[in-house]
Every structure is written in structure tokens, then in C-alpha cells.
């Protein structure tokens, strides 16, 4: 919980500015102190007597009070803080932190924070993914503050892309978590995690492949990362942007993540299994395409390398092996099979008969299944089941 901690909340000149109001709300409702400081284009987009209002307190914008001339110290702004939250951050507002440009109060603040600072970027999709932009995200990042990471959406040239600055519930979640005594729980450890679909190639052309869309393995491994673990991803074909902190690797058929994750494993002390893996793949791929020449085409099949099974004959007492279990029927029986046959740890159960869930979904049900015992999850987004199951971890690595 945030009560008690102490918030500079940075607005800048940004559409999304009145957002900050329920950002405030929000804090103070966990029982955070607050305190805005503002931009003067800030002021533009927002009132300070409206977020006076909120905070209880001034609202600080320029270095010298207009009135009666008092200072508004930035240095003891930046002692007072348990974190600095900059929402909405604009890309003018972002490139003057990366380059240390101190031309308003809000930067200066920003100079002298010995808090943890938490920027969410907002603004127009081309604006974001523009190289200067993303180089300028890469150095604050460098710096160590933290990006929380705005909505997807889709750029003018077609191509996939963020803009819209992150819900301010969302915004106060990630803050939240981040301050939490269990933010650096898993310091010093070393986690795989496999994500994503596998391709078997029938022809140059074709494959065979499942729905999976590597949300639930990504949203873990940016968990892992932003509770100190060294995280190593074996990701699958998925168009996802590499959570920050963690070392991807790309593969597309189940034998190359085979041989990335037998290859990795020795140095964990955990790894998540989280990729749906196919099972089967064709016994031959045609070097050419294959034409549509007859009424049918047969294809043999062989099945693949069993992941979970070599990494759990492998692990040693030191690690912790966690499985994933998709199941349609017998959910339970299923996932206990797999969890004695694979020597697992504990394993992850989700079934296509929760409606929106599973594949192609931002949301997902589980229950975490171990020798011990059974815990079920209601229905939550993918973000807030990565934290429960990484949780069950943290208490046994």
C-alpha cells in the first residue's frame, strides 16, 4: 500500500493532463501525500486551483512564489519524496530529462529526486515511436527510472505502436507495486521464462502454429524483472515489445526453443514454462510451397522435443521448475498428471472454457496447483495474474 508515502506528481503540457486529477484521487484514497509540480504549458491543460484542491496543498510551478516572493526549494522536493511520478509526460518533457535540461521547475525537481522517478509517456503514436523519442525512453531507462509503458495503439504508417498515456488506475497499480516491500524480492536470481506460440514449418509458407500471443510469458517476465531477477525470455513468434531489464531470445520452432532453454537452465534458479509449444511437427517440410494439386494432402506428423519434461529431469534440488497446464476438459486431473509426470514445482492451470481468457485475451483465470495443495484465482487481467503467480514463487525459490 502507498499509505503514509510521500508523492511529487509532475503534470506537463499534455491532452491527457486532466487525468491527473483521478491519478491524485486515486493516491490519496491509498493514503499517499502528494504534491504537483507543474509546467507552465502544464497550466494550459489544468488548473492549479483545481489540483490544489486535491492535494490540499499549493501547487508548485515556478521557482519563486508570485505573491510574496517565497522559494520553491527543488532540492528539498527531491529529499521529501518517496517517488517522483511524471504523468502525463509529454516527449518535449521527456527529452529535457534525458539531456538534463533544467528550464522549469518540474526538471530541476526531477535533477535533484533521491526517489525512484516513474514517467508516463503521452503523446501522439508517430511522436512516440519517432527514434529520438525511443532513444531518449532508452537513456532515462539507463538512468534507472521507470517507464510505464502507454496503451497500444496503431501509428499513421500501419505499423503497431503506443501513444496514449496508461490508465491512471493502472498508473497507480504499477506505482504501488513498485514501492512495495516486495519489490526486490527476487534480487539476485536468475529466471527463464519461454513465451509465445512455436511454428512447424509444412512448406516456406505454412506452418503449423496455435493462437497463443506470448501476453501471459511477457507479462512475467516484466514481473520477475521489476522485483530484481535477472530474467532470460525464449520467446516464441510474437509481435511484443521486450519487457525492460530482461534479455530476449527469439525462436520460432520448438527445437530452437529446446535448445535456448536446455542451453540456459543450468545457470536459473527457476524457470516458468509458460510458451505454448506445439506438440507435433511435420515429419518432413516440403523445401519448395506446396501446390494444390489433388483433393487432400496427407501430413505425417512426429512429435517435438517435451520441454517441461527435459528441463525437470534436469533440475537440481537449488532450482525451481514452474509449469503451465491449457487444458479443455478435466482440467484438474490433467494438471496433476503433468505436474507429477514433469516434476514440477507447481503448475499453472487455465482452461478454454473460462470465456475470455487464455489465447488472444488480456485477461486470464487460474488456479496454482502444487503437492501441497490448490489455490484458484478469479478472473483477472494477464498483469495481475504474472504478480500472483510470481508470488507463489518468491515464497519458495
Known sequence: MLKGKKIVLGITGS??????????????KQGAEVQVVITPSGKEFITPITLSALTHKPVVSEFFSQRDGTWNSHVDLGLWAD??????????????????????????????????????????LDMYAHPSTQQNLKTLQA???HIIEPQSGFLASGLEGKGRMEE?????EFLDHALSP????????????????????IDPVRFIGNYSSGKMGF???????????????????????????????????CQEMYEASTQAFPRMDAAILCAAVADFRPETA?????????????LRLQPTHDIAQQLGQLKTDRQVLVGFALETNDEELNAKK???????????????????????????????????????FPKKPKTEVARDIVDHLAAII
Not at 491532452?15 to 490519496?28: P, T, V
Not at 491512471?168 to 497507480?172: D, H
Not at 516486495?182 to 514449418?201: F, H, M
Open 15 to 28: 491532452i491527457a493532463a486532466y487525468k491527473a486529477c483521478l491519478i491524485i484521487r486515486a493516491l490519496i
Open 83 to 124: 517517488a517522483m511520478l511524471i504523468a502525463p509526460a509529454t516527449a518535449s518533457t521527456i527529452g529535457k530529462m534525458a539531456h538534463g535540461i533544467a528550464d522549469n521547475m518540474l526538471i530541476t525537481t526531477y535533477l535533484s529526486m533521491k526517489a525512484p522517478v516513474f514517467i508516463a509517456p503521452a503523446m501522439d
Open 143 to 145: 538512468y534507472g527510472n
Open 168 to 172: 491512471p488506475e493502472r498508473i497507480v
Open 182 to 201: 516486495s519489490a526486490n524480492d527476487l534480487s539476485g536470481k536468475r529466471i527463464l521464462i519461454t513465451a509465445g506460440p512455436t511454428y512447424e514449418k
Open 219 to 253: 507479462a512475467l517476465a516484466a514481473e520477475c524483472a521489476r522485483r530484481g531477477a535477472e530474467v532470460t525470455l525464449v520467446a516464441g513468434p510474437v509481435s511484443l515489445s521486450t519487457p525492460a531489464g530482461v534479455s530476449r531470445i527469439d525462436v520460432e520452432s
Open 286 to 298: 516440403a523445401e519448395q510451397k506446396i501446390k494444390r494439386e489433388k483433393d487432400d494432402l496427407v
Open 338 to 376: 503433468k505436474l507429477a509426470k514433469k516434476n514440477l514445482d507447481f503448475i499453472v492451470l487455465n482452461s478454454t472454457r473460462n470465456k475470455g481468457t487464455t489465447f488472444r485475451s488480456d485477461d486470464n483465470q487460474i488456479s496454482i496447483i502444487s503437492a501441497t495443495g490448490q489455490k484458484d
